[in-house]
């Protein structure tokens, strides 16, 4: 059942998650319903997508960690407790499914720093309200071409997070437990990655002007 679900998966638009419902169809497909997997699968499919297109760059490999994800999920479900959202377990499963990819070709993502204080992070937050140039750059994701345009030059981790911030408009606290970090972190990392492209903007402006 598991292969013929996943065989059969697109990017296709789905309907939003709602975290009481997932809850009930959780209990339910852990108690044997196949059909309501395929619901959740339904669910869940297209930000699956995002996350894993917001790692990985070739097409091909998005398709098949999603796959490979929807499966690891179908044979693990009994021994998910609930205690954290579905939707959260599954984007885990599905960063965690593109780092093993990215580490068997040999891919080094850049490590992070260790986790800020609230202060630095404030601090962090102070500047990015002075910075008169990132309020533009939520305007610049709005398009998909644009969004690949001033991502190009992030590695693959700030990337990702940039995609589901903005893009796919996930909470400071989802990232966080996704990635098992600090949410003050989340917010730096994010602030960073921002201010990088506002920069990659700014010289675009000056060299077009």
């Given at each position: 059942?598991?292969?013929?679900?996943?065989?059969?998966?697109?990017?296709?638009?789905?309907?939003?998650?709602?975290?009481?419902?997932?809850?009930?169809?959780?209990?339910?497909?852990?108690?044997?319903?196949?059909?309501?997997?395929?619901e959740l699968v339904r669910r869940h499919q297209r930000r699956v997508f995002a996350v894993a297109g917001g790692i990985l760059r070739r097409r091909e490999d998005v398709e098949d960690i999603v796959?490979?994800?929807?499966?690891?999920?179908?044979?693990?479900?009994?021994?998910?407790?609930?205690?954290?959202?579905?939707?959260?377990?599954?984007?885990?499963?599905?960063?965690?499914?593109?780092?093993?990819?990215?580490?068997?070709?040999?891919?080094?993502?850049?490590?992070?720093?260790?986790?800020?204080?609230?202060?630095?992070?404030?601090?962090?937050?102070?500047?990015?309200?002075?910075?008169?140039?990132?309020?533009?750059?939520?305007?610049?994701?709005?398009?998909?071409?644009?969004?690949?345009?001033?991502?190009?030059?992030?590695?693959?981790?700030?990337?990702?997070?940039?995609?589901?911030?903005?893009?796919?408009?996930?909470?400071?606290?989802?990232?966080?437990?996704?990635?098992?970090?600090?949410?003050?972190?989340?917010?730096?990392?994010?602030?960073?990655?921002?201010?990088?492209?506002?920069?990659?903007?700014?010289?675009?402006?000056?060299?077009?002007?």
């Amino acid at each position: 059942m598991a292969t013929a679900t996943v065989a059969a998966l697109k990017p296709a638009a789905a309907k939003a998650p709602g975290v009481s419902d997932d809850r009930e169809l959780v209990r339910r497909a852990q108690a044997g319903d196949k059909e309501v997997f395929e619901e959740l699968v339904r669910r869940h499919q297209r930000r699956v997508f995002a996350v894993a297109g917001g790692i990985l760059r070739r097409r091909e490999d998005v398709e098949d960690i999603v796959q490979q994800v929807f499966v690891k999920a179908y044979f693990s479900l009994k021994r998910f407790d609930q205690r954290a959202a579905f939707s959260t377990w599954l984007y885990k499963i599905t960063v965690n499914e593109c780092w093993d990819l990215l580490r068997k070709k040999k891919v080094r993502p850049l490590l992070y720093e260790s986790d800020l204080s609230e202060e630095q992070a404030q601090q962090f937050s102070a500047a990015e309200r002075l910075d008169s140039g990132a309020q533009d750059v939520s305007d610049k994701l709005q398009a998909q071409q644009q969004v690949e345009n001033l991502l190009q030059g992030l590695d693959e981790r700030d990337r990702m997070m940039l995609i589901l911030k903005e893009v796919e408009g996930f909470a400071i606290e989802e990232i966080a437990q996704i990635l098992d970090l600090n949410a003050n972190t989340v917010k730096v990392r994010l602030f960073r990655a921002r201010r990088r492209i506002v920069n990659q903007v700014r010289k675009r402006k000056d060299g077009s002007g």
